[in-house]
């Protein structure tokens, strides 16, 4: 005889690692950033269990469990990157008459899925020189317009996480002045 193991329902599972954590309701509301009344709809088997992806997440985390594990979670899109090299990029293409499928062609296929993905903004610019001088080389861009773009974006990376530029703007100048030189400029 084959018993047929039945899929624990969303609610349900988040109910028992209340029950079974001694987690009072109003604490797990607070952990992942609801209402009282929320989490009391979470564990309601006659409501919609939730399909916010942050949520769905948030919860996860709590319960120490992959977001995946529960049926409604559906893997967010990519936040779009709202980035200048990436506009700048975009721009060089138009002023070189090229479109996106003839651009896209002149990398290799494996390459052109993550292109795609760094123009649609889910990718920013590559900060690696060589990756950088492979798209520069297709646009026809001198070493010294590839650098230019190559040194906005480390600037990002190190703003981005929490480099003042104003403040290490020695230190950056001889780490440019280093580049230029190991790059021939």
């Not at 996106?100 to 390459?111: C, G, N, Q, S």
């Not at 070493?143 to 230190?171: F, P």
């Not at 280093?178 to 021939?184: E, G, L, P, S, T």
Request: hydrophobic share 40%; with cysteine; proline share 4%.
């Amino acid at each position: 005889m084959k018993h047929k193991i039945k899929e624990q329902r969303s609610s349900q599972k988040v109910a028992e690692f209340l029950e079974k954590n001694s987690l009072h309701k109003k604490d797990f509301a607070q952990m992942i950033g609801v209402t009282l009344s929320y989490v009391y709809n979470l564990i309601d088997d006659t409501m919609p269990f939730s399909t916010r992806s942050t949520t769905l997440e948030r919860i996860a985390t709590v319960m120490d469990i992959n977001p995946e594990e529960f049926e409604e979670y559906k893997i967010p899109q990519e936040p779009i990157l709202q980035d200048d090299t990436i506009e700048l990029l975009k721009s060089m293409i138009k002023e070189k008459k090229m479109s996106i499928v003839t651009f896209l062609k002149a990398f290799p296929r494996k390459k052109r899925v993550e292109i795609v993905d760094m123009l649609r903004g889910a990718y920013p610019i590559p900060i690696d020189f060589k990756e950088l001088t492979m798209i520069g080389q297709i646009l026809d861009l001198d070493k010294h317009d590839i650098y230019n773009i190559w040194e906005e974006r480390i600037k990002q990376v190190l703003e981005t996480n929490g480099m003042n530029i104003g403040q290490n703007s020695a230190l950056l100048n001889s780490m440019f002045e280093c580049a230029k030189k190991h790059i021939n400029l």
